[in-house]
């Protein structure tokens, strides 16, 4: 039984070291991860204020075509009536 000691102190050594090394592949496969995560979680953010800032520029171009559409109008108003006004102007 003492010839097996050593053997199988050097298998569970082996195991030992083994079970180390996948241990910290798991953890940098961890960090990684983390790290992947984080930036995914950036570009999110990003994404999110530049939709803000699209929704504001689409506000702002939707008051900005109703206030030409009144004007416009305002004008065809004006000039149907000084037409109206002339009487035989074509």
Known sequence: ????????????EA???????????????????????????????????????LAEQQNDMQQEITGLRLESRRILDYLLNQRGEGGSNP
């Open 15 to 53: 195991l030992a070291e083994t079970t180390l090394l996948a241990i910290q592949h798991q953890q940098t496969q961890i960090n990684d991860l983390r790290t992947g995560i984080d930036d995914l979680r950036a570009s999110i953010t990003d994404v999110v204020g530049m939709v803000g800032t």
């Open 1 to 12: 039984m003492t010839t097996n000691l050593p053997n199988r102190i050097d298998r569970l």
